[in-house]
């Protein structure tokens, strides 16, 4: 769905009698799909009969050295202090002092 619309986007199209066709990317157009079948694709050789350069066959290609971690990854990842949410101050809402609610409250009027 690289370079189509949106579902949403598709029904606001279709709302406004647009054609829809015109915000797609040419690739996905009937005619470039048919193309794209036109000519016939022949599966590889044996890998017996493969021609390989010597360059290629030189190089050596080792896994990556890092390891992964053992235990399960983040659900959610670390924020930085400037997006962290404050805390929010509590007030009682009988006194409208904080650091305590309206069942703890001992300022209560009588």
């Not at 647009?18 to 996905?28: A, E, H, T, V």
């Amino acid at each position: 769905m690289d370079e189509l619309p949106c579902p949403y986007a598709w029904a606001v199209l279709k709302n406004q009698q647009l054609k829809p066709g015109q915000y797609c990317s040419f690739y996905y157009k009937k005619d470039k799909l048919l193309r794209t079948y036109e000519f016939s694709v022949n599966p590889m050789p044996d890998e017996s009969l493969w021609v390989i350069p010597t360059e290629v066959l030189e190089d050596v290609v080792l896994p990556p050295k890092g390891r992964r971690n053992a235990r399960r990854p983040r659900k959610e990842r670390l924020k930085p202090a400037s997006e962290k949410e404050s805390k929010r101050a509590f007030l009682c809402s009988v006194c409208g002092q904080g650091d305590h609610n309206r069942k703890t409250c001992r300022n209560r009027p009588k």
